[in-house]
Structure formats: structure tokens, C-alpha cells
T-cell receptor
């Protein structure tokens, strides 16, 4: 079984709808991240969390919110989806401390019409 | 200026070729450096870390030049399975496990 899972894997929604992307991990890592990837651009950090009570904005947090329900779960919400939020979304985890390697989930492909 | 810049490619090379990718970063205080590999429509995966003294992992060699703020990846004896996008990744000062990703360089190895 995969260590980092994301649901759904693909989603089509309409402008103005609220949607939630979910991420779960079995790696036991404290740190979790949400990124989006657009063609021709690097992955960009949306939000990150270093433990259950810690939430931090990343580079492009406007229009997004997150919830860290447990060490293993980190959800990303689009309160009112817009077409320019069409992208590939990745969740990632890292053990923290001096270890900086991040482990990515398989991604969620989102299309906002 | 982008924080991490890479030539997008694509680099089209025959099997067995040697190919090199370059990457520059803007923040001279950056702490750690990595190459990740991303297959089409898949998640990025760590290929290797990049150390100041340079490091090698099989057919892959990574180099770091802090003075020029430049990172390189050399792939020798290219295989068809090396076809992927290679992401240059930098950890900014203060770190906190935050990573800055380049847009990637695409490699296509053909028979």
C-alpha cells in the first residue's frame, strides 16, 4: 500500500463550488504539505503543517484553506473554485528535523469549469 | 527572476549517451540542494541530494558550485527508463523543510 494517499485522484467541478482534497499518510511523519503544479511552472507551496496544531501559509494560499485533522491527515479546501485553480495538486510529507526529503502522494488532477 | 531556473528542454538523446542538466538558484544563502525525478503525470521522487563536494550514485553525478549558485546533474550511459522530467530543488535559508522547485528539465531517451 502507498505511504501517502490522495483522494480523489481526479475531479471535475464547476466555478463557485466548494471542494475538498484529502491526504493521508502512514509514514508517521509530522510535517505535511500541499503543492500545486501547473505546466511550465515548478511546484508551488500552498500550505504546510508541522504538527496537528500548526498551520502555515505558503507561497500561494489565497483561495485555499486547510485542516490538519490528525497527524496522518491533511485536507485542502477550495472554498469557491475558480478556473485558474485548475491544476495538479500534490500532498507531501517529511519527517522533520534535519531530514528534508519530502515524500509525495500520487496527486489529484482538478479541473474547474 | 525565478528562485530556481532550469532549461526546460526537451533533451532528446540516444540510449548510451551522456547528458547534463544545469540549474541556477537566486538565493546565495540556500542551504540544501536536491534533484527529484518526475515521470509523466506522476509524483516527484527524490533522485539524489547534492553535496558541496559533489556526489555520485551509479550513473548519476551531481555537482554544486556555491560561488556561481549553480547545480548540475550528469547522467551517463542513458537508458530508456531515464526518460522523465528532472526537477532541481533548493531549500531556502531558515529551511523548515520548505523546498523551492524548479520547473524541470525534460529528458527523452530514444533507442
Amino acid at each position: 500500500d502507498a505511504d501517502v494517499t490522495q483522494t480523489p485522484r481526479n475531479r471535475i467541478t464547476k466555478t463557485g463550488k466548494r471542494i475538498m482534497l484529502e491526504c493521508s499518510q502512514t509514514k508517521g511523519h509530522d510535517r505535511m504539505y500541499w503543492y500545486r503544479q501547473d505546466p511550465g511552472l515548478g511546484l508551488r507551496l500552498i500550505y504546510y503543517s508541522f504538527d496537528v496544531k500548526d498551520i502555515n501559509k505558503g507561497e500561494i494560499s489565497d483561495g485555499y484553506s486547510v485542516s490538519r485533522q490528525a497527524q496522518a491527515k491533511f485536507s485542502l479546501s477550495l472554498e469557491s473554485a475558480i478556473p485558474n485553480q485548475t491544476a495538479l495538486y500534490f500532498c507531501a510529507t517529511s519527517p522533520g528535523g534535519t531530514a528534508e526529503t519530502q515524500y509525495f502522494g500520487p496527486g489529484t488532477r482538478l479541473l474547474v469549469l | 527572476r525565478k528562485e530556481v531556473e532550469q532549461d526546460p528542454g526537451p533533451f532528446n538523446v540516444p540510449e548510451g549517451a551522456t547528458v547534463a542538466f544545469n540549474c541556477t538558484y537566486s538565493n546565495s544563502a540556500s542551504q540544501s540542494f536536491f534533484w527529484y525525478r518526475q515521470d509523466c503525470r506522476k509524483e516527484p521522487k527524490l533522485l539524489m541530494s547534492v553535496y558541496s563536494s559533489g556526489n555520485e550514485d551509479g550513473r548519476f553525478t551531481a555537482q554544486l558550485n556555491r560561488a556561481s549558485q549553480y547545480i548540475s546533474l550528469l547522467i551517463r550511459d542513458s537508458k530508456l527508463s531515464d526518460s522523465a522530467t528532472y526537477l532541481c530543488v533548493v531549500s531556502p535559508p531558515g529551511g523548515y523543510n520548505k523546498l523551492i522547485f524548479g520547473a524541470g528539465t525534460r529528458l527523452a531517451v530514444h533507442p
